[in-house]
Nanobody
């Protein structure tokens, strides 16, 4: 089982990024997918959740209205669209499913 995040980078405040989480070794179609983030010196925190067929989503209050979680079961991949990014969104972003974690992708929001 492997989860591989990608799509992070450096972006200016107000910008957008789209993160991907590609799964291998299992089929995500029957699994919930979660996104978390961990800023330097802070604990890992929940960001977003999407149900197995995409019919249910949940977001942390801090990202609600700016981030959108989605999934493409045919591609075995989950996504996190991040808009109106703020400096406080700077963190390593991880996806999680079946108790497994990816290696994370760094998102830095700075001018």
């Amino acid at each position: 089982v492997q989860l591989v995040e990608s799509g992070g980078g450096l972006v200016q405040p107000g910008g957008s990024l789209r993160l991907s989480c590609a799964a291998s070794g299992f089929t995500i179609s029957s699994r919930v997918m979660r996104w978390y983030r961990q800023a330097l010196g802070k604990e890992r925190e929940f960001v977003a959740y999407i149900g197995s067929n995409g019919d249910y989503t949940k977001y942390a209050e801090s990202v609600k209205g700016r981030f959108t979680v989605s999934r493409d079961n045919a591609k075995n991949t989950a996504y996190l669209q991040m808009n109106s990014l703020k400096p406080e969104d700077t963190a390593v972003y991880y996806c999680n499913s079946l108790g497994y974690w990816g290696q994370g992708t760094q998102v830095t929001v700075s001018s």
